[in-house]
């Protein structure tokens, strides 16, 4: 249940934070991506139990 939630929250994060108004091009895909990553992490350890 906890795991399902911080999916869903690390998604919407995500989307928060792709880089979409034209000041934010300078920053390139960093906020994203490293939520990105930090999904790809909670999944794993969803998927293998232990969370």
Do not use: C, D
């Not at 300078?26 to 939520?35: A, D, K, M, V």
């Amino acid at each position: 249940m906890l795991g399902t939630i911080l999916i869903v929250i690390l998604l919407l994060a995500l989307l928060g934070a792709w880089p979409a108004w034209p000041y934010s091009n300078g920053w390139g895909y960093y906020p994203s991506g490293t939520l990105g990553l930090v999904l790809v992490i909670v999944l794993v350890m969803v998927l293998m139990g232990r969370m």
